[in-house]
């Protein structure tokens, strides 16, 4: 069964300090995987989107990895703000079907403390 | 930004009713998608369309229904609304790369929160 899980379900932190957001994924075929920032009561934003032959890709202070041997996938963010408080979804597409089908994460709560 | 818009933001409205979110992209986009969200669950496709006059239903049944007649416009529409039916629903669009199995970039729009009391 192709599933995305993502943890921690919520994580708090102090504003300055840098986390990771992990996510697992047993889509197959792989086609690519996306991370998005939603703010409370918006429609998500796409931060990356990686493909197969991507280890690392950033967009400024935040930098995810893809392991496609594992099937694991981290964001990381540095120097966190207060505006970085947010969901972050991890969102994984196949090439097994006709709609390059995305499967998503339920998505990690982010809270940033001054 | 991404040029995608929906309206209403918020609605509440009385069991019954009919009601009609509206999606529409200034970016040309040729697929177009309507996805459910509740809170701390992940989103669910409940239509998409490849452009005009293409409709499909998603992996998640829903008794809306939506059109498209134009490539910018992709209205949903609930003819009957109810209780169960309150929660956020998030248009986004994509281009279209001419691989229907590759889903580009999504753009989302800010999302309709719709409570049926």
């Known amino acids: 069964k192709n599933q995305v899980e993502q943890s921690p379900q919520s994580l708090i932190i102090l504003e300055g300090k840098n986390c990771t957001l992990q996510c697992n994924y047993t889509v197959s075929p792989f086609s690519n995987l996306r991370w998005y920032k939603q703010d409370t009561g918006r429609g998500p934003v796409s931060l990356t989107i990686m493909t197969f032959s991507e280890n690392t890709k950033s967009n400024g202070r935040y930098t995810a990895t893809l392991d496609a041997d594992t099937k694991q996938s981290s964001l990381h963010i540095t120097a966190s703000q207060l505006s970085d408080s947010a969901s972050y979804i991890c969102v994984v597409s196949d090439r097994g079907s006709t709609l390059g089908r995305l499967y998503f994460g339920r998505g990690t709560q982010l809270t940033v403390w001054p | 930004e991404a040029d995608i818009y929906q309206t209403p933001r918020y609605l509440v409205i009385g069991t019954g009713k009919k009601i009609t979110l509206e999606c529409s992209q200034t970016?040309?986009?040729?697929?177009m998608y309507w996805y459910q969200q509740d809170p701390g669950m992940e989103l669910h496709l409940i239509h998409y369309s490849y452009g005009v006059n293409s409709t499909e239903k998603g992996d998640l049944s829903s008794e809306s229904t939506v059109s498209r007649i134009r490539t910018e416009h992709f209205p949903l529409t609930l003819e009957s609304a109810r209780p169960s039916h309150t929660s956020q629903y998030l248009c986004a669009s994509s281009e279209y790369s001419g691989d229907s199995r590759n889903t580009g970039e999504l753009f989302f729009g800010e999302g309709s929160r719709l409570t049926v009391l």
């Open positions: 970016m040309g986009h040729d697929k």
